[in-house]
């Protein structure tokens, strides 16, 4: 028997309702209609009262967690799409991630965001929004790639004091399963070697280190050992993982699915050029989604964002400076 992300994501929301009086999960045809993904299916049968329908409206809905939040609940907010949540973003960055610092009362919320791109969903439904919340001090943005994190991160999430702002990738609810679920998980902030290599470093996080591990594969058949590894969060972002990576290849690059400016990628080529340049042996490089919005068209959004063929084609450039 086989487990999927999403149902991990199920999973991990049942046992906290289970196991946390306190908890409650808030959010647009979440109740009987089990969520657009059916992330919350059949859980406010199981739990009368406890998830809840919202109207639609992100402000709002934000607006009520962070007041919950105050009187002692732990919310667990599910946006429709992670686009959407740019409707709510005032009460994520200016009350939620500043709560704790004005008034000394913690702020448990956890915001699941629906995050990346699948084919045909185009432009306002596939954003990566894990560098512009993690701008923002205060946040905690978690990235899980695979089904055990799905899984232990969120209920590590709805564990922690702090705001938790969860980009769960939308390609892997169906296209990725686990035999079992996790006992025991790295603890959130912890980077993991998702493959290990000697000439290569790539970082990597959510859907893409799948295509990263595949394009190491590939470049394995050509004698090349390439390390990977998954940063699991992005804030915080677990810089040493990276830099000993670093310094076992020599040579790092970075790939996101989230657009170059600014992003997730950039900080950790700015990191390692700060505190390990001398352990490089090549310029770091990095390889992100296309700057331009998310295309529909199938074949389109498949040459936007990254894919084995390009980090393959990335990697043995870097690999041959």
Known sequence: MSITYLEAIREAQA???????????????????????????NLA??????????????????????G????????????????????GFNQIVNQAATLFWRTNVPCPVTVRLPCGGTSGSGPFHSQMMEAIYAHYPGLIVLTPATVEDAYSMLLEAVAIDDPVIFCEHKFLYYHLKADKLPDTALPVGKARIAREGRDLTIVTYSAMVHECVAAANELASEGWQIEVVDLRSVKPLDTDTVIASVARTGRLLCVGEAW???????????????????????????????NTPVPYHPNLWTAHRPTARAVVSAARKLLRT
């Open 15 to 41: 046992r906290a309702l289970k196991d946390d009086p306190r908890v409650f999960i808030y959010g647009q045809d979440v109740g009987a209609f089990g969520g657009a993904f059916k992330a919350t299916k």
């Open 68 to 87: 919950a939040a105050i009187e002692g609940l732990r919310p667990i907010i599910e946006m429709q799409f992670a686009d959407f949540s740019t409707v």
């Open 45 to 66: 049968k199981e739990f009368p009262g406890r998830v809840l329908d919202s109207p639609i409206s992100e402000d709002a809905m934000m607006g009520l967690a962070v």
């Open 260 to 290: 170059p400016w600014g992003g997730v990628t950039a900080e950790v080529i700015a990191r390692v050029a700060s505190e390990g340049y001398e352990l490089l042996d090549a310029p770091p490089q990095r390889l992100n989604a296309r």
